[in-house]
């Protein structure tokens, strides 16, 4: 593979009206799939530009990118490994380059015409104005997300732009949520950029602005930044950051103090200083080296699916999906918006696919409202689907997916009926959390054509899929459900036709240490308290009213059948079980409800350390994923942790279970080596 390093071109134009002016523009060679970074090269290559520059009678500079991407920061590759002297120096290297372009004494300007993130929104914030493209999109510091913080003057000069709450949002509490990003014209909005310009005069039009900014034609007026209410929104921003990562890890703390620093009026060089400090402390942390290694398992590798076997997958022009209740309805919407082709909702009761259709209809209106889907193709998309309870319809699918309850027989029964109406090519799925799909695939005619795609509730918000390959499944069966995770946009991963897949089965032995502690006498707060200090969003006791309980105990069954050492059946959550309350906590008033604190077995021994309760559920957990890999549950360990991050939200900083015992010592401690190898073996398999 070739190197690719972002190098800073200049061009020059002599203005009829305001003379010479440099127009730069950020470029990696490569088109928009590889998006240009700033590395050491990159930083040198700025420098020579401005050395050049410097030499030139120019009246003014524009910097921009290259298609579809102004800068999306730095090169996360050269920060694997990093220590602190090389942490230090990445940031003061980025400082001194970015300075010396703001230190330039004629006007400059920042056309955004794309992606523009972390060092890349930073160097334009160096600049002294800023027009946005209208295409521009996203436009984030994803820096807090990764467990570092804005390094190149962005927790600085963020606040004296544009106010400290602004700044701790875009900072702060966008990274912090699932790294929410801002479109252009929010980047407008909050006066992070100057101009919004349509995007098919974008360049021409950032020129003349600054031919009339040098000229004097135009100024740019801004108003004053509010840092008025500085101690409350730091405050909030604390209060925010504990309930997000409960002190699991620095990064966030260390960016509001900053911005903090930056909004009470701090020097700027002292500013800076204390960013080039943060970045030694944060960059070789675990957190952040783990967070590197998720990025990259969830943004690179799952995306280049090394799984799929190399044949032609079938494709995909009409798609049934067979149950149409919870899960199911969530899959309709999902397939008719990402694959537009006819859709067969099937069902045994008429209130249920009134719902669906309803629930279907609703997604499609909600994103009109939002304007993200234009009216007229939201009809077309509703003409596209048939609600039945009859099979009939169902002929000339390619794809049909199941949604029906968890029985073997009825989802046995279901397939057999299919396979009566549909050719014996098109692929059926089932969306089983824990049954065998081979046991479901052995009494049909084509058996190779049953695969596992298996969604995790909400639908719409978690990304991940387990693809499960049954005994008899075929290579273009595979393929195809490879293609289709694509095309809707999740991150399918393989898995063995083993009992409750990757995710579940790792949550429930997790789960399985938690529930062991309400013996001890530990209280469902005081459990979920020490869960979250691993840095998790939510608590076991929590995540449980979310996902219900009697789908929990379900999967607990299941694994108790299949392992019952590992996987007893504990009376307390059979207890749980039996009870008709969604959850452990009322939603309303947050306490445990009654029903529920009556059924807790009587405190047996002492109560447990929050470290304890946490090792126990952390060592079940590595020890699962340990039998899974030595049963060839999955390739290999990325594939666990990918799981883990995916679906079920584990935070990146974590790196998944095998990461976070690699990085902690406990596979050393547990197995005498790493969980995790230098070869990848899903691309070696
Ligand atoms: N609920 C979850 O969080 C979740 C998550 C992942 C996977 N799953 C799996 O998805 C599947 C469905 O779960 P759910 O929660 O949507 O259940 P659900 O009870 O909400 O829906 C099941 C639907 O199947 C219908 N049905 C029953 N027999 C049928 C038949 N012969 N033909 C057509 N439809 C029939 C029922 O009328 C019902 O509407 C299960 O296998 C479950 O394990 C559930």
Redesign the pocket.
């Known amino acids: 593979m070739v190197d690719v390093f972002t190098q800073f071109k200049v061009r020059y134009y002599d203005s009829p009206t305001a003379g010479r002016l440099a127009l730069v523009t950020m470029d990696n060679g490569a088109d928009h799939t590889k998006p240009s970074t700033f590395g050491e090269q990159a930083l040198r290559s700025l420098a020579a530009a401005l050395e050049e520059i410097e030499g030139q009678d120019v009246k003014g500079l524009l910097l921009t990118g290259k298609p579809f991407i102004f800068a999306v920061g730095a090169d996360l590759d050269q920060s694997k490994g990093a220590d602190e002297e090389f942490a230090r120096a990445a940031a003061q290297g980025g400082h001194a380059a970015f300075r010396r372009l703001a230190a330039l004494p004629v006007p400059t300007l920042a056309a955004i015409n794309g992606a523009a993130m972390g060092g890349g929104l930073e160097i334009a914030l160096h600049c002294d104005y800023r027009t946005v493209s209208s295409v521009a999109a996203p436009i984030a510091f994803p820096e807090v997300f990764l467990n570092i913080l804005p390094a190149w003057g962005g927790t600085q000069l963020t606040p004296r732009l544009i106010g400290v709450e602004k700044a701790l949002q875009v900072i702060v509490h966008n990274a912090m949520n699932n790294n929410v990003t801002l479109h252009a014209s929010d980047a407008v909005a909050l006066g992070l950029a100057d101009r919004l310009v349509d995007g098919v005069e974008f360049l021409d039009k950032s020129v003349e602005l600054l031919e009339r900014i040098v000229t004097g034609a135009e100024t740019i007026g801004r108003a004053a930044p509010d840092n008025d209410n500085v101690d409350e929104v730091v405050a909030k921003a604390r209060q925010f950051a504990d309930d997000k990562v409960h002190g699991a890890t620095r990064a966030p703390y260390l960016a509001i103090d900053l911005i903090e620093f930056a909004a009470r009026g701090g020097d700027l060089d002292e500013g800076y200083a204390k960013e080039a400090d943060a970045l030694a402390q944060l960059l070789p942390s675990r957190q952040a080296q783990s967070a590197i290694y998720s990025f990259n398992l969830t943004q690179q590798r799952v995306r280049k699916q090394p799984w799929k076997p190399a044949v032609q997958a079938r494709a995909i022009n009409k798609v049934a999906v067979?149950?149409?209740?919870?899960?199911?309805a969530q899959l309709g919407a999902l397939f008719l918006q990402q694959f537009e082709v006819p859709l067969v909702m099937?069902?045994?009761?008429d209130a249920?696919l009134a719902r669906a259709k309803e629930h279907i209809d609703g997604e499609l209106d909600k994103r009109v409202q939002r304007r993200r889907l234009a009216p007229g193709k939201a009809a077309f998309l509703k003409s596209l689907m048939t609600y039945t309870t009859e099979y009939e319809p169902l002929a000339g699918s390619d794809f049909v997916i199941e949604?029906?309850?968890?029985r073997m027989n009825?989802k046995r029964?279901?397939f057999a009926d299919v396979e009566k109406v549909v050719d014996e090519g098109a692929v059926l799925a089932s969306?089983?959390?824990?049954l065998s799909l081979s046991q479901m695939a052995s009494d049909l005619q084509h058996p190779q054509r049953v695969v596992g795609f298996?969604?995790?509730?909400p639908v719409a918000v978690l990304p991940f899929l387990e693809i499960v390959k049954a005994g008899q499944t075929d290579d273009v069966t595979l393929a195809t459900a490879f293609e289709a995770s694509k095309k809707l946009r999740k991150s399918g991963v393989l898995c063995a036709d083993t009992p409750a897949f990757i995710v579940n089965r790792l949550l429930t032995r997790f789960n399985g240490a938690f529930i062991e502690a309400l013996r001890h006498g530990n209280s469902f707060r005081e459990i979920d308290a020490a869960a979250k200090e691993l840095g998790l969003p939510m608590g076991p006791f929590e995540l449980l009213g979310l996902?219900?309980i009697k789908?929990a105990f379900h999967t607990a069954q299941t694994l108790h059948q299949a392992y019952p050492d590992r996987f007893p059946i504990d009376e307390t959550f059979a207890r749980l079980a039996a009870l008709d309350v969604p959850g452990i906590y009322d939603r309303a008033t947050g306490e445990v409800y009654e029903e529920v604190s009556a059924i807790l077995p009587p405190a047996g021994g002492e109560k447990l350390t929050p470290e304890q309760i946490r090792s126990a559920a952390v060592e079940a957990t590595v020890d699962e994923a340990k039998i899974m890999l030595d049963e060839g549950v999955v390739a290999d360990a990325r594939d666990i942790d990918t799981g883990l991050l995916l679906g079920a939200g584990w935070p990146f900083f974590m790196g998944g279970i095998c990461m976070y015992a690699d990085e902690t010592g406990l596979s050393e401690k547990l197995f005498g080596r790493r969980l995790i190898g230098d070869d990848d073996k899903a691309f070696s398999q």
């Not at 067979?322 to 199911?328: F, I, K, P, R, Y």
């Not at 949604?403 to 968890?406: D, G, P, Q, Y």
């Not at 969306?431 to 824990?434: A, C, E, G, L, V």
């Not at 298996?454 to 509730?457: A, Q, S, T």
């Open positions: 067979v149950g149409s209740g919870l899960m199911g099937k069902d045994i009761d249920v949604a029906v309850l968890e009825l029964a279901i969306n089983t959390s824990s298996h969604f995790f509730n996902v219900g789908v």
